[in-house]
T-cell receptor
């Protein structure tokens, strides 16, 4: 079946630095990818919709200048957390659309900002 | 915005017991999805429901799409240790977005 590879699986960074998270679709092309954030013991909250070749669409309350999304190819979407702060520490998950209401999720990235 | 109410928030059961959880909403949906998330992993689709009244099974899992299209339940029969995790209901919104319920955390005592 469709696989989405997400890297890194965990990262620790210093406050003020930037972190890039990658999601790659293996063996299929992902025109649309979604990025979610999940705080401990909470649900997944959609941050943005990433469309290949166009600007990402951000959900209300998500800072587009802080969470930079690039979807330059049909198999790769990246999320860059810029000037990270401790409150950005969370579990970030991507998903790719594989059909009508069909989604494949990455394995997630645990970001810890110290 | 549209929200899902998922219950219970957590369950503590003995191995072998059956489990039932549900999601309700004030809005009508055309699609209900049930996912399981293991610790430190992304969600994995368990069952997808597309029609009101639809009852679908996947091994020991059974899910139903309510007739009113405002609710859905998920049952797990004869639970085993690997059923531990967080179960989410989700509905499909416009532009293929998914909105997730709050999750049901399942813990199984051997």
């Amino acid at each position: 079946g469709a696989v989405v590879s997400q890297h890194p699986s965990w990262v620790i960074c210093k406050s003020g630095t930037s972190v890039k998270i990658e999601c790659r679709s293996l063996d299929f092309q992902a025109t649309t990818m979604f990025w979610y954030r999940q705080f401990p013991k909470q649900s997944l909250m959609l941050m943005a919709t990433s469309n290949e070749g166009s600007k990402a669409t951000y959900e209300q309350g998500v800072e587009k200048d802080k969470f930079l999304i690039n979807h330059a190819s049909l198999t790769l979407s990246t999320l860059t957390v810029t000037s990270a702060h401790p409150e950005d520490s969370s579990f970030y998950i991507c998903s790719a659309v594989t059909g009508t209401w069909g989604y494949t999720f990455g394995s997630g990235t645990r970001l810890t900002v110290v | 915005g549209q929200q899902l109410n998922q219950s219970p928030q957590s369950m503590f059961i003995q191995e072998g017991e059956d489990v039932s959880m549900n999601c309700t909403s004030s809005s009508i949906f055309n699609t209900w999805l049930w996912y399981k998330q293991d610790p430190g992993e992304g969600p994995v689709l368990l069952i997808a429901l597309y029609k009101a009244g639809e009852l679908t099974s996947n091994g020991r899992l059974t899910a139903q799409f309510g007739i009113t299209r405002k609710d859905s339940f998920l049952n797990i029969s004869a639970s085993i240790p690997s059923d531990v995790g967080i179960y989410f209901c989700a509905f499909g919104q416009g532009a293929q977005k998914l909105v997730f319920g709050q999750g049901t955390r399942l813990t199984i005592n051997p």
